[in-house]
């Protein structure tokens, strides 16, 4: 199974994004597929299109077109739970110890990288970033 992580404009900027593969990867995912972009304003309301309207919006889309971002397409055994565990709370202040969001997130906000919440949004969002053509060129 599949799930998409972004390292967020954060961890790209502070140099972390290194630092966040390797953990990735030590945590047993494989990379299928990987970008780094620059999300436009649309771009940033449509993929966080679920949260339009609570009182964090606004925030949220700024800080994802402040810097570029990297999605990853990352593949192992239950993607998508095993990566919320590794990323760790929403907030670092509650995430546990040795989760990335512990380690790299500076806050609530600017918290390090994002995970997929389900298979099928994990789907949709491996989509968004990467086309069919793309994952079958790469043989992913
Ligand atoms: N967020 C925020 N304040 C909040 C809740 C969320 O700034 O009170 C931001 C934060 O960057 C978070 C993103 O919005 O990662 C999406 O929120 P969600 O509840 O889906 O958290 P996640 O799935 O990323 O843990
Ligand atoms: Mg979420």
Known sequence: MQTLAIIKPDAIASGKA???LAHLQEAGFTMNAARLVRLTLPQAEAFYGVHKGRPFFAELVAFMTSGPC???????KD????????IGATDPSEAAAGTIRKLYAESKGRNA???????ENAAREIAFF???GELAALGS
């Not at 990297?70 to 192992?76: D, E, G, T, W």
């Not at 993607?79 to 590794?86: D, F, G, K, N, S």
């Not at 990288?113 to 298979?119: E, P, R, T």
């Open 18 to 20: 290194g630092l966040i």
């Open 70 to 76: 990297m999605p990853l397409a990352l593949s192992r």
């Open 79 to 86: 993607a998508v739970p095993h990566l919320r565990t590794v």
């Open 113 to 119: 990288i994002h995970a997929s919440d389900s298979d």
């Open 130 to 132: 990467f086309p069919e």
